[in-house]
Protein backbone atom coordinates (compact mmCIF):
# COMPACT_ATOMS: atom_id res chain seq x y z
CA UNK A 1 0.00 0.00 0.00
CA UNK A 2 2.82 2.64 0.95
CA UNK A 3 4.56 1.71 -2.10
CA UNK A 4 1.85 2.47 -4.22
CA UNK A 5 1.75 5.93 -2.27
CA UNK A 6 4.70 6.57 -2.67
CA UNK A 7 4.66 5.25 -6.96
CA UNK A 8 1.91 8.17 -7.52
CA UNK A 9 3.57 10.44 -5.71
CA UNK A 10 6.80 10.11 -8.06
CA UNK A 11 4.33 10.39 -11.04
CA UNK A 12 2.81 13.41 -9.50
CA UNK A 13 6.08 15.01 -8.79
CA UNK A 14 7.81 13.65 -12.13
CA UNK A 15 4.68 14.88 -14.33
CA UNK A 16 4.32 18.12 -12.25
CA UNK A 17 8.34 18.89 -13.16
CA UNK A 18 8.38 18.11 -17.11
CA UNK A 19 4.84 20.26 -16.92
CA UNK A 20 6.82 23.33 -15.49
CA UNK A 21 9.95 22.72 -17.72
CA UNK A 22 7.51 22.17 -21.23
CA UNK A 23 5.83 25.48 -19.91
CA UNK A 24 8.79 27.88 -19.20
CA UNK A 25 9.81 29.96 -21.95
CA UNK A 26 13.24 31.50 -21.48
CA UNK A 27 13.84 32.16 -25.19
CA UNK A 28 13.17 35.45 -24.73
CA UNK A 29 14.76 36.42 -21.48
CA UNK A 30 18.18 34.79 -22.84
CA UNK A 31 20.97 36.85 -22.29
CA UNK A 32 23.28 37.35 -25.74
CA UNK A 33 27.41 37.83 -25.10
CA UNK A 34 27.10 41.66 -25.00
CA UNK A 35 24.39 41.49 -21.71
CA UNK A 36 26.90 38.57 -20.14
CA UNK A 37 30.20 40.72 -20.93
CA UNK A 38 28.43 43.70 -19.43
CA UNK A 39 27.42 41.29 -16.54
CA UNK A 40 30.48 40.40 -16.08
CA UNK A 41 31.88 44.37 -16.32
CA UNK A 42 28.85 44.92 -13.47
CA UNK A 43 30.59 42.37 -11.02
CA UNK A 44 34.44 43.04 -11.76
CA UNK A 45 33.30 47.06 -10.94
CA UNK A 46 30.91 45.89 -7.96
CA UNK A 47 28.13 47.79 -8.86
CA UNK A 48 26.03 46.40 -6.82
CA UNK A 49 27.64 47.17 -3.87
CA UNK A 50 26.29 50.87 -4.43
CA UNK A 51 23.41 49.99 -6.68
CA UNK A 52 20.39 47.06 -6.50
CA UNK A 53 18.38 45.63 -8.67
CA UNK A 54 15.06 43.83 -7.61
CA UNK A 55 15.76 45.46 -4.54
CA UNK A 56 18.85 43.74 -3.36
CA UNK A 57 22.29 45.84 -3.16
CA UNK A 58 23.99 48.97 -1.84
CA UNK A 59 21.77 51.62 -0.93
CA UNK A 60 23.93 54.70 -1.74
CA UNK A 61 23.35 54.58 -5.70
CA UNK A 62 19.35 54.46 -7.25
CA UNK A 63 18.06 50.90 -8.18
CA UNK A 64 18.97 50.61 -11.38
CA UNK A 65 16.48 47.46 -12.34
CA UNK A 66 14.18 49.70 -14.74
CA UNK A 67 16.53 52.24 -15.22
CA UNK A 68 16.96 51.45 -19.34
CA UNK A 69 12.96 51.77 -19.79
CA UNK A 70 12.54 54.87 -17.51
CA UNK A 71 11.02 58.02 -19.07
CA UNK A 72 13.77 60.57 -19.80
CA UNK A 73 16.25 57.95 -18.60
CA UNK A 74 17.98 55.51 -21.06
CA UNK A 75 20.96 54.63 -23.19
CA UNK A 76 22.64 57.93 -23.24
CA UNK A 77 21.46 58.75 -19.88
CA UNK A 78 22.94 55.79 -18.76
CA UNK A 79 26.34 56.06 -21.00
CA UNK A 80 27.22 60.00 -19.35
CA UNK A 81 27.01 58.23 -15.65
CA UNK A 82 28.91 55.24 -16.52
CA UNK A 83 31.17 56.84 -18.56
CA UNK A 84 31.68 59.70 -16.42
CA UNK A 85 30.65 59.05 -12.36
CA UNK A 86 29.26 61.98 -11.10
CA UNK A 87 30.00 63.81 -7.78
CA UNK A 88 28.65 60.71 -5.61
CA UNK A 89 29.43 57.96 -8.13
CA UNK A 90 33.52 57.15 -9.31
CA UNK A 91 34.31 57.01 -12.31
CA UNK A 92 35.62 53.62 -13.33
CA UNK A 93 37.34 54.67 -16.56
CA UNK A 94 35.56 52.13 -18.76
CA UNK A 95 36.04 51.27 -22.51
CA UNK A 96 33.20 52.61 -24.81
CA UNK A 97 32.55 48.88 -25.26
CA UNK A 98 32.56 48.20 -21.13
CA UNK A 99 30.19 50.79 -21.58
CA UNK A 100 28.10 49.71 -24.02
CA UNK A 101 28.10 46.31 -22.62
CA UNK A 102 27.02 47.30 -19.47
CA UNK A 103 24.10 48.97 -20.74
CA UNK A 104 22.94 46.10 -22.81
CA UNK A 105 23.11 44.01 -19.34
CA UNK A 106 20.78 46.82 -17.58
CA UNK A 107 19.04 46.93 -20.95
CA UNK A 108 18.41 42.93 -20.43
CA UNK A 109 17.76 43.59 -16.21
CA UNK A 110 14.73 45.68 -17.83
CA UNK A 111 13.40 43.17 -19.88
CA UNK A 112 13.00 40.59 -17.25
CA UNK A 113 10.54 42.75 -15.43
CA UNK A 114 9.21 45.16 -12.92
CA UNK A 115 11.03 46.04 -9.97
CA UNK A 116 8.39 48.58 -8.68
CA UNK A 117 5.71 47.67 -7.31
CA UNK A 118 2.45 49.96 -8.07
CA UNK A 119 0.91 51.16 -4.91
CA UNK A 120 -2.47 50.54 -6.14
CA UNK A 121 -1.56 46.96 -6.36
CA UNK A 122 -1.27 46.29 -2.95
CA UNK A 123 -3.28 45.28 -0.74
CA UNK A 124 -4.07 46.20 2.76
CA UNK A 125 -3.40 42.66 4.39
CA UNK A 126 0.16 43.96 2.82
CA UNK A 127 0.28 41.40 0.03
CA UNK A 128 0.71 42.30 -3.54
CA UNK A 129 -1.58 40.76 -6.59
CA UNK A 130 0.22 39.93 -9.80
CA UNK A 131 -0.86 42.22 -12.84
CA UNK A 132 -2.07 39.47 -15.32
CA UNK A 133 -0.99 39.60 -18.81
C1 LIG B 1 30.39 54.23 -4.77
C2 LIG B 1 29.03 53.91 -5.12
C3 LIG B 1 28.71 53.62 -6.58
C4 LIG B 1 29.23 52.65 -7.39
C5 LIG B 1 30.31 51.62 -7.03
C6 LIG B 1 28.54 52.74 -8.64
N1 LIG B 1 27.61 53.74 -8.60
FE1 LIG B 1 26.30 54.26 -10.07
N2 LIG B 1 25.58 55.77 -8.93
C7 LIG B 1 25.95 56.01 -7.61
C8 LIG B 1 25.18 57.14 -7.10
C9 LIG B 1 25.30 57.73 -5.70
C10 LIG B 1 24.33 57.54 -8.15
C11 LIG B 1 23.37 58.74 -8.15
C12 LIG B 1 24.27 59.82 -8.68
C13 LIG B 1 23.84 61.21 -8.52
O1 LIG B 1 22.64 61.46 -8.46
O2 LIG B 1 24.75 62.05 -8.49
C14 LIG B 1 24.59 56.66 -9.28
C15 LIG B 1 23.94 56.73 -10.50
C16 LIG B 1 24.06 55.77 -11.51
C17 LIG B 1 23.24 55.75 -12.70
C18 LIG B 1 22.09 56.69 -13.04
C19 LIG B 1 20.85 56.12 -12.33
C20 LIG B 1 19.64 57.00 -12.32
O3 LIG B 1 18.52 56.43 -12.24
O4 LIG B 1 19.75 58.22 -12.32
C21 LIG B 1 23.65 54.66 -13.44
C22 LIG B 1 23.08 54.18 -14.76
C23 LIG B 1 24.74 54.05 -12.69
N3 LIG B 1 24.94 54.75 -11.53
C24 LIG B 1 25.43 52.91 -13.11
C25 LIG B 1 26.49 52.34 -12.42
C26 LIG B 1 27.29 51.24 -12.93
C27 LIG B 1 27.06 50.51 -14.24
C28 LIG B 1 28.24 50.99 -11.98
C29 LIG B 1 29.37 50.00 -12.08
C30 LIG B 1 30.27 50.12 -13.21
C31 LIG B 1 28.03 51.91 -10.89
N4 LIG B 1 26.96 52.71 -11.19
C32 LIG B 1 28.77 51.91 -9.73
C33 LIG B 1 26.89 55.34 -6.88
C34 LIG B 1 27.68 54.30 -7.35
Known sequence: MIRWIWLSLFVCFSGYTLL?????????????????AGMQTWQDKNCQSCHQLYGLGGYM?????NVASETGKGAEYMTSFIKHGSGRMPNFNLSNAEVANVIAFLQWVDKSGQSKVNP??????????????
Open 120 to 133: SAVHWTGTYSIPQK
Open 20 to 36: VYRECDNTQTRADSAAL
Open 61 to 65: GPDLT
